[in-house]
C-alpha cells in the first residue's frame, strides 16, 4: 500500500513537472512575440528600418526599444545555461523593454518631449494604442513571471 501511495506521488509529480515545463514554454512564447510586437510597432511608427526620427535622440531611443525587442525575445526563448543567471533575468528584461516606451508614449502626450512638442494631447493615434497594450501586457505578464521564477528559485 505504501509503495502504491509512493507511485503514485512520483508519477503526480512528474505530470506536475510536465505541466509547469509546458506552462513556462508558453509564457515564453507569449512574451516573445510581445517583446516582437513591441519593436515592429516601434519600426512602423519610424516609418521602417532605414528611416531615423526626429530629433534625432528619440529616433535612437526608437532603435534601442527596436533591439532591444529583438534581444529579448531571443532571452526568452534561446535555452541558455546555468551560468548566465537565474532565469527571472529575462523576464526583468521584458518588464524594462515595456514599461521605458509605456512610460515614453504617456510623457509625448502629457507634457511632451524636448524637441517633440507635436504630440501632445494627440492620444488617437492607433499605432500608440496598439503599442501601449503590447507593452502593458509584457510589463503584466513579465512581473508575473519574474515573482512565479523567484519564489520557485528562493525555495
Do not use: C
Not at 526626429?54 to 535612437?60: H, I, V
Not at 531571443?74 to 541558455?80: C, D, G, H, K, S
Not at 537565474?86 to 526583468?92: E, R
Not at 502626450?109 to 524637441?115: A, E, K, N, S
Amino acid at each position: 500500500m505504501a509503495q502504491q501511495k509512493m507511485a503514485e506521488q512520483t508519477i503526480l509529480g512528474r505530470i506536475s513537472a510536465r505541466e509547469d515545463t509546458q506552462s513556462e514554454i508558453s509564457m515564453r512564447l507569449v512574451g516573445a512575440l510581445l517583446a516582437l510586437a513591441i519593436a515592429a510597432v516601434h519600426v512602423a511608427d519610424q516609418g521602417g528600418v532605414t528611416v531615423l526620427n526626429s530629433p534625432a535622440w528619440l529616433g535612437w531611443a526608437f532603435r534601442l526599444i527596436e533591439v532591444g525587442g529583438v534581444l529579448t525575445a531571443l532571452v526568452l526563448l534561446v535555452p541558455r545555461p546555468a551560468w548566465l543567471g537565474p532565469a527571472w533575468l529575462g523576464w526583468a528584461a521584458g518588464a524594462l523593454l515595456g514599461a521605458g516606451p509605456f512610460t515614453g508614449y504617456i510623457a509625448t502626450r502629457t507634457v511632451g518631449l524636448p524637441g517633440d512638442p507635436g504630440d501632445v494631447g494627440n492620444w488617437g493615434y492607433w499605432v500608440g494604442t496598439v503599442s501601449l497594450l503590447a507593452e502593458a501586457a509584457l510589463v503584466v505578464l513579465s512581473v508575473s513571471m519574474v515573482l512565479t521564477l523567484r519564489r520557485r528559485w528562493a525555495q
